[in-house]
């Protein structure tokens, strides 16, 4: 029996509870989690806006030591310390062999259907969010899903490269391929946020601009990296505050991290000609995003997405555990709470308030 944070319903806070785990399949294995962080993804399902139906165990951030392999498993063995990936990429279809394994067709499908149970209570079978299910003790998951890393990284550290880290650093190095020089702004300073900015600034970027409502978030982006900050709050007009810090132009990259629509077209305004949004929030299902299609052609403006900060996670994650652990990436910065999973409604509260940039689940 493991303990895990099950969504029953959603708007109603996870119980946790002890469920029973299934035996791994040929191609799966089994990880105890050390630990997981509180993704507001997590807190997008319970509020309904990300179409995956209960019940199912939350929690998509995790990092851990593998227990079991099934027999087909060749490259991972019990004791190997791994990150998880949401993005279970068969590396077969079109979008693998292209070498976009974050596209994969597999992955699109854990997103919107991932049913797949390994747990079950009482008869009832319960599905691992995206394929990993980290608020439990135990999971199962695919053996193309967990990311073997070095064994000397704090694995409560190494959780968040899991999601906030790759996500927001890699939209920056592999979506955009910010140049030293070019400028940038973030809307949105929350854990994926403030890892845009240390990415723009491990890209050399020459202006810095953090967006968002929070004081506490702004001064955390200056942290980060950010050399300027706005308070939307304060500012009037955005866009207007952008362009007065880039001698009128605008900035190069617009990245947006909130997911909202109005916001989403806020940093499209703030672009300057030829520049580009970078879409890494997820908007609710049904909104629509609207913005002046005469400046797609006559200010070449564009607006793309970035799904896992388009990642190659073999490539990729080993790469920012070396960074962290060489003190070049900030991790440590980003934990504000280590809590037991219990507290994991608590935390969801703390991120609503904005009062931290992550909570981290330890387990025992």
């Given at each position: 029996m493991v303990k895990a944070a099950v969504m029953y319903n959603f708007m109603e806070p996870?119980?946790?509870?002890?469920?029973?785990l299934k035996a791994p399949r040929e191609d799966e294995i089994v990880v105890k989690l050390t630990a997981s962080g509180v993704c507001h993804t997590?807190?997008?399902v319970v509020q309904a806006k990300l179409p995956f139906p209960p019940p199912v165990v939350l929690g998509h951030e995790g990092a851990g030591i593998v227990e079991e392999v099934g027999k087909g498993v060749c490259d991972l063995k019990p004791g190997d310390h791994v990150v998880l990936t949401w993005v279970a990429n068969c590396g077969k279809c079109h979008y693998c062999v292209a070498g976009s394994v974050h596209l994969c067709e597999v992955t699109n499908v854990s997103i919107t259907q991932g049913q797949e149970a390994v747990f079950e209570k009482d008869g009832v079978d319960i599905a691992r969010f995206v394929g990993v299910g980290s608020f439990a003790e135990r999971t199962v998951v695919r053996a193309t899903t967990a990311i073997k890393i070095r064994d000397d990284v704090p694995l409560d550290r190494a959780c968040l490269v899991g999601c906030g880290v790759m996500t927001g650093v890699g939209a920056v190095t592999n979506t955009a391929k910010v140049r030293p020089g070019q400028t940038v702004a973030v809307f949105g300073c929350g854990g994926v946020g403030l890892n845009v900015i240390q990415g723009a600034e491990l890209?050399?970027?020459?202006?810095?601009?953090?967006?968002?409502?929070?004081?506490?978030?702004?001064?955390?982006?200056?942290?980060?990296?950010?050399?300027?900050?706005?308070?939307?709050?304060?500012?009037?007009?955005?866009?207007?505050?952008?362009?007065?810090?880039?001698?009128?132009?605008?900035?190069?990259?617009?990245?947006?991290?909130?997911?909202?629509?109005?916001?989403?077209?806020?940093a499209y305004m703030s672009l300057k000609r030829g520049g580009k949004v970078v879409v890494v929030g997820v908007p609710a299902m049904g909104q629509d995003v609207s913005i002046p299609?005469?400046?797609?052609?006559?200010e070449e403006k564009s607006l793309i997405g970035s799904l896992y900060g388009s990642a190659n996670f073999r490539r990729d994650m080993p790469l920012l555990i070396d960074l962290y652990m060489q003190k070049r990436l900030k991790i440590d910065e980003l934990v504000s709470r280590r809590i037991k999973i219990e507290d994991v409604n608590t935390a969801f509260d703390a991120m609503e308030k904005g009062e931290v940039a992550r909570s981290v689940i330890v387990y025992d």
């Amino acid at each position: 029996m493991v303990k895990a944070a099950v969504m029953y319903n959603f708007m109603e806070p996870l119980r946790v509870e002890s469920l029973k785990l299934k035996a791994p399949r040929e191609d799966e294995i089994v990880v105890k989690l050390t630990a997981s962080g509180v993704c507001h993804t997590d807190l997008s399902v319970v509020q309904a806006k990300l179409p995956f139906p209960p019940p199912v165990v939350l929690g998509h951030e995790g990092a851990g030591i593998v227990e079991e392999v099934g027999k087909g498993v060749c490259d991972l063995k019990p004791g190997d310390h791994v990150v998880l990936t949401w993005v279970a990429n068969c590396g077969k279809c079109h979008y693998c062999v292209a070498g976009s394994v974050h596209l994969c067709e597999v992955t699109n499908v854990s997103i919107t259907q991932g049913q797949e149970a390994v747990f079950e209570k009482d008869g009832v079978d319960i599905a691992r969010f995206v394929g990993v299910g980290s608020f439990a003790e135990r999971t199962v998951v695919r053996a193309t899903t967990a990311i073997k890393i070095r064994d000397d990284v704090p694995l409560d550290r190494a959780c968040l490269v899991g999601c906030g880290v790759m996500t927001g650093v890699g939209a920056v190095t592999n979506t955009a391929k910010v140049r030293p020089g070019q400028t940038v702004a973030v809307f949105g300073c929350g854990g994926v946020g403030l890892n845009v900015i240390q990415g723009a600034e491990l890209c050399g970027a020459s202006r810095i601009i953090a967006v968002d409502l929070a004081p506490a978030k702004l001064a955390l982006a200056k942290q980060f990296g950010a050399t300027d900050t706005i308070n939307a709050k304060d500012a009037g007009d955005v866009p207007t505050a952008i362009r007065s810090l880039t001698d009128g132009l605008g900035v190069d990259y617009a990245f947006e991290v909130v997911g909202e629509p109005a916001i989403i077209t806020q940093a499209y305004m703030s672009l300057k000609r030829g520049g580009k949004v970078v879409v890494v929030g997820v908007p609710a299902m049904g909104q629509d995003v609207s913005i002046p299609g005469m400046m797609l052609a006559l200010e070449e403006k564009s607006l793309i997405g970035s799904l896992y900060g388009s990642a190659n996670f073999r490539r990729d994650m080993p790469l920012l555990i070396d960074l962290y652990m060489q003190k070049r990436l900030k991790i440590d910065e980003l934990v504000s709470r280590r809590i037991k999973i219990e507290d994991v409604n608590t935390a969801f509260d703390a991120m609503e308030k904005g009062e931290v940039a992550r909570s981290v689940i330890v387990y025992d």
